[in-house]
């Protein structure tokens, strides 16, 4: 494996998803130069806790330390535009969490400047990495499945089920107008649209809010953990869960339906791709079998085996057989796959972590569903901005 030692990176973010990006960091041999809290006294103690040796005053030091080759954006979502234009033309790499801005008017502008900045310039959709996921993308490639006809599946979590649930993403002016498929929809668009090779043309979207009043707590409250001590009641405006129906170039159709509400799913993004010569299907929370489907002899269900495996998926898998390969993973995969196009100077053709075109198009789902939504009609993504 690349000796990845020489290159230094920090850390925007301390919460949940930004000790994920560090611990994945070190594992990869990446030294970590240090972290951006949202305070100087959070990030203090979270760089104390996590045993990361520097913890930036604020975001013009972080960039001002010249050992410092790529930064990881893991902030709230509204903070995501300003850093990456900043960090790009401080001339360092990016890798952004998604999604990648507010509005898709921002990202279009995000694109151009990485364009322009020549550096490698990445968003966070690390499920693509699931080395199966890799697989069916290859299979598609290959024509195995045949032409597409039918992408349905969901985005299903609980974590935000009870009103006294909290977190950031719940309000607007943070998490943007949409909570459930700008969260966790998007990674369902980016990882179908990567099997298939499919991006939406048109949306149809209807969104749901069933906990219109939640306990937002005083003090601040990490991802996926419960609050506790005082709270104030206050309204919500974003969506608990979707539906939304798709139309593909050429013909293909597509259902999805995200949800934060859905008791006992801690974490499920299922697919299913139905193709004129065969069909696949995976499920986040068996990473490691890939169901294939046939017509005229008996399904399959591949076990992560880079043995039996194509070469994109053998690419992106790391343990034996057998020892699965989960979240953490995942990460660890994107990351590998990234900082090789770093130490490149820039993304290799057969790379196939998502860009900030990727990104965009997310962006434009996203205005699309919102814009339906509220007209109750079709939008293609033409219609919105960027």
């Not at 990845?4 to 970590?32: C, D, E, N, P, S």
């Not at 900043?86 to 990202?107: D, F, N, R, W, Y």
């Not at 974490?267 to 294939?292: C, I, K, M, Y």
Request: hydrophobic letters at 40%.
């Amino acid at each position: 494996m690349t000796d990845f030692a020489r290159i230094g990176a920090a850390v925007i973010g301390t919460g949940f998803i930004g000790t994920v990006h560090t611990q994945a960091l070190r594992r990869l041999g990446v030294q970590v130069r240090g972290v951006l809290g949202s305070s100087a006294g959070r990030g203090a103690a979270r760089a104390a806790e996590m045993g990361v040796v520097k913890a930036y005053a604020d975001l013009d030091d972080l960039l001002s330390d010249d050992s410092v080759d790529v930064v990881h954006v893991t902030s709230p979502n509204h903070a995501h535009y300003g850093q990456v234009k900043a960090i790009l033309q401080a001339g360092k790499h990016v890798i952004c969490e998604k999604p990648l801005a507010m509005t898709s008017a921002e990202s279009a502008e995000m694109v151009e400047i990485a364009h322009v900045s020549g550096k490698v310039a990445a968003v966070c959709y690390n499920i693509r990495f699931y080395p199966l996921n890799q697989q069916a993308h290859g299979m598609v490639k290959a024509g195995e499945l045949g032409d597409i006809h039918f992408v349905t599946g969901h985005y299903h979590q609980d974590w935000l089920a009870k009103p006294t649930d909290w977190n950031w993403r719940l309000q607007s002016e943070i998490g943007g107008a949409l909570r459930s498929v700008g969260d966790i929809g998007t990674h369902w668009v980016d990882l179908t649209s990567f099997v298939t090779g499919l991006k939406a043309e048109a949306v149809m979207a209807e969104l749901a809010t069933f906990v219109p009043e939640r306990e937002k707590p005083v003090g601040p409250v990490e991802t996926f953990s419960s609050a506790a001590g005082a709270t104030e009641r206050v309204e919500i405006d974003t969506d608990d869960a979707a539906m939304i129906v798709i139309r593909y170039p050429g013909g293909a159709r597509g259902v999805m339906s995200t949800s934060q509400i859905n008791m006992g799913r801690k974490n499920a993004l299922q697919w299913d791709v139905a193709g004129s010569r065969a069909s696949a299907a995976w499920d986040s929370e068996t990473p490691d079998h890939l169901f294939v489907g046939h017509r005229d002899k008996a399904n399959e269900t591949l076990m992560r085996d880079f043995t039996l495996m194509n070469g994109s998926g053998t690419a992106a898998a790391t343990l034996p057989p057998g020892h699965v390969e989960g979240f953490a993973d995942s990460f660890f995969n994107f990351f590998r796959a990234v900082y090789a196009d770093v130490e490149a100077g820039t993304r290799q053709p057969e790379s196939t972590w998502a860009t900030f075109e990727d990104g965009h198009y997310e962006m434009r789902f996203c205005d699309a569903v919102v814009m339906s939504a509220r007209e109750e009609r079709w939008i293609r993504l033409d219609e919105v901005g960027g």
